[in-house]
């Protein structure tokens, strides 16, 4: 190897060493000398490459653990590198990095082949790992196509749960925009139960409560009519409230009635007349319903005369409390104090009433001072009803004032009991039996025209046409009244060994007299009336009336004549109302024409022929008969409710249902004859209650059967 120990310097040699420096430069040994000598071996990638090699190529003494180490980790090694590591041991210092040089390439080449062979010994390790890695990958993926089905399936599934779930909602949000229109509407239209139950309710009282519910179910129903006056014409919803709310309505107007009624009576009983605000305030809602106050005034009006007249009655004999004012009756020796005090009594009664029915009608004082002329020009319909009331209210008192038939009547039997003492005592020429013979008969003249006048006065007077009640007519009841009293005071003055005929002579002309108007004015005007009121049932007021005279005289054993009179007068009208209720009640039920014809068929043609009982029209009037037979006529008859004989109602109902099953009999019978050519007329008969069977319609009506 050449010194690398630099030449001294000297001038001689300069061109020398320019030359030695070029050829130098020129040398490949140099040339790699020089760049081996001049590379800087300071950076950390040639200092861990020269690491690398070292430890490669290292000495067997350094090395001797790391190769022994190497064998343990690697036991693929090849023979070379064995022989490698054997001869390592005997070389000689700088041979190693000559071999170095020579195989480094090899080297290399056989360790990166020993690092592959560890990496695909590794990899194949990762290899089958990834192996089973994708068994369960693919078993994942199943599972997830399987899940991906389910979801896809259970996604088609929600999607239409989803859309009903949405249709649902916007359902129930529509709904509940109804719902809250429904409840606006209800609120508006509808009466809550606490108003129903002050309007229907006997347990709530006449009240503000009642009133308000009264006036909130007017509200509802005249904004009713304002919803119901649309171009459409009125709807379903409308006609229902209107209904309801007229209901309610009627049911509010009863209990005012029923409450009205009550109180009157009470008040018509009291000395002390007072209108409280409730009672002023039913007054005045009655006043829409003409009808029902007519109704609530009579009982007060009939309540008012009674009272008016027992205090009248009462001051005349007794007086006032403790006997203060004194009775009337002890000035009857100065007539003219004694008729002065019973107008005075009459004109205070009649202030009294006055300011009470001014108060009751809610009429302001009108500054009339007292005893001043009160002027009648005035045509308000409370003024109108406050001059009926008193007139009916005082009407009574007239009584009292005047001497009555019953007076009459009492004075003459008395002169006649003591006429005929004295004829048994003095004879009778003598001038006191003459005197009271004639003052006897005088008495009995002026009776009979009284009697004869109450008669009179009894036809004249009509009845009421806007009366539509069954009942006894106030006239008539009043007539009864007056011939109770006479039929007292004759039996009174009976000494009890009278035979029956002269008994009933004794009082026969009075009963003729008496009963006879009243008999004429049940008929006559009762069909005069019937004319002009369409609605009015003669035949039932009729029988009403003439019970009611009968009941009158039945309890006196000297007017047997005239009850049987007058009992044959009643069967009379019995046997006409059995009539009509029995054509009325087969009309209703179907059969009255079939039955017509049967009655008056002529037996020229089959009856199957005839129009009226084709099979058919038999058919439909069978129906019509079944379904009559399920209503509440057949036990008890609306129209003879009205009958106040509780067994005249069942005599004529139970008559005309016999004449009924009969009838029907007399259809089976003729339907079921072959000439009348009915076919399949048993079935015909039998698709029917009482399916042909007669005695079974008389189980029906519950009646034992009759031929």
Not at 8 to 31: I, Y
Not at 156 to 180: P, T, Y
Not at 444 to 467: I, T
């Amino acid at each position: 190897m050449p010194s690398l120990t630099p030449p001294t310097s000297s001038t001689p040699s300069v061109a020398l060493r320019k030359t030695s420096t070029s050829a130098q430069s020129r040398n490949p040994v140099s040339l790699r000398l020089y760049k081996v000598l001049g590379t800087n071996f300071d950076d950390e990638a040639t200092k861990e490459a020269l690491c690398t090699l070292s430890d490669l190529y290292a000495t067997p003494s350094s090395r001797k653990g790391k190769v022994v180490q190497r064998g343990n980790d690697d036991d693929d090694d090849d023979d070379d590198t064995r022989v490698r590591s054997k001869d390592a041991a005997e070389m000689l210092p700088g041979e190693m990095a000559a071999r170095a040089r020579r195989n480094l390439r090899k080297d290399m080449e056989q360790k990166l082949a020993e690092g592959s062979r560890r990496f695909l010994a590794a990899f194949r390790e990762v290899d089958q790992k990834l192996g089973e890695l994708q068994k369960h990958v693919d078993t994942m993926h199943a599972s997830l196509d399987d899940a991906e089905i389910q979801l896809q399936l259970t996604n088609e599934a929600s999607s239409s749960l989803l859309e009903k779930a949405g249709n649902l909602r916007q359902e129930r949000q529509e709904v509940d925009v109804k719902k809250s229109v429904v409840e606006l509407f209800l609120g508006r239209f509808a009466l809550s139960e606490e108003e129903i139950e002050s309007m229907t309710s006997r347990d709530v009282p006449l009240g503000q409560r009642f009133f308000d519910a009264m006036d909130r179910t007017e509200r509802i129903r005249d904004d009713c009519r304002v919803l119901m006056a649309g171009e459409e014409g009125p709807t379903k919803a409308g006609l229902e409230i209107m209904s309801s709310t007229l209901s309610y309505l009627e049911q509010g107007y009863e209990k005012i009635v029923r409450w009205c009624s009550y109180e009157f009576r009470q008040i018509g009983r009291d000395a002390h007349l007072e209108v409280t605000p409730a009672m002023r305030e039913a007054v005045r809602r009655l006043r829409q319903r003409q009808e029902l106050l007519t109704y609530a005034l009579a009982e007060l009006s009939q309540t008012r005369q009674a009272s008016l007249l027992s205090s009248f009655l009462m001051a005349l004999t007794r007086g006032g409390p403790s006997g203060l004012p004194r009775p009337i009756e002890l000035h009857a020796h100065d007539p003219m104090r004694y008729i002065g005090d019973m107008l005075a009594w009459v004109h205070q009664a009649i202030a009294a009433e006055r300011e009470f029915f001014e108060s009751l009608f809610g009429l302001k004082a009108d500054g009339r001072m007292v005893g001043s002329v009160r002027l009648f020009d005035d045509k308000s319909e409370e003024e109108d009803w406050i001059r009926e009331l008193m007139d009916l209210a005082v009407g009574k008192l007239c009584v009292p004032l005047k001497e009555s038939s019953i007076v009459s009547y009492k004075i003459a039997n008395l002169l006649q009991f003591y006429l005929v003492t004295m004829r048994r005592t003095i004879g009778t020429e003598a001038v006191l039996s003459k005197t009271l013979q004639e003052i006897t008969e005088v008495s009995y003249k002026v009776f009979f025209d009284a009697v004869e006048a109450l008669g009179r006065s009894l036809l004249r007077v009509p009845l009421d046409n806007n009366d539509l009640s069954l009942t006894p007519p106030i006239s008539i009841i009043e007539h009864a009244q007056v011939l109770r009293e006479l039929m007292n005071v004759y039996q009174s003055s009976l000494l009890g060994n009278e035979d029956e005929e002269k008994l009933i002579a004794g009082f026969e002309h009075v009963l003729d007299i008496m009963m006879d108007p009243a008999i004429e004015i049940c008929t006559n005007a009762a069909e005069a009336k019937a004319r002009a009121v369409s609605r009015w049932d003669i035949s039932v007021f009729v029988l009403n009336c003439l019970s009611y005279l009968l009941s009158v005289l039945e309890p006196f054993v000297f007017t047997v004549n005239k009850q049987k009179g007058l009992q044959v007068i009643i069967n009379e009208r019995v046997l006409l109302l059995t009539d009509e209720h029995y054509h009325d009640i087969m009309a209703k039920a179907g059969l009255h024409d079939i039955i017509t014809v049967c009655d008056k068929w002529d037996r020229s043609e089959p009856l199957s022929y005839i129009p009226t009982a084709r099979p058919q029209e038999l058919k439909w009037a069978l129906q019509r008969f079944s379904a009559w037979l399920s209503g509440l006529e057949v036990v008890q008859s609306q129209r003879l409710s009205h009958l106040t004989v509780q067994r005249l109602h069942t005599t004529i109902h139970q008559s005309a249902l016999e004449r009924m099953a009969q009838g029907y009999k007399v259809i089976c019978d003729e339907v079921r004859r072959p000439e009348n050519k009915y076919e399949a007329a048993s079935t015909l008969l039998g698709s029917e209650r009482p399916f042909g069977q007669a005695h079974l319609l008389w189980q029906i009506f519950g009646l034992e059967e009759k031929d």
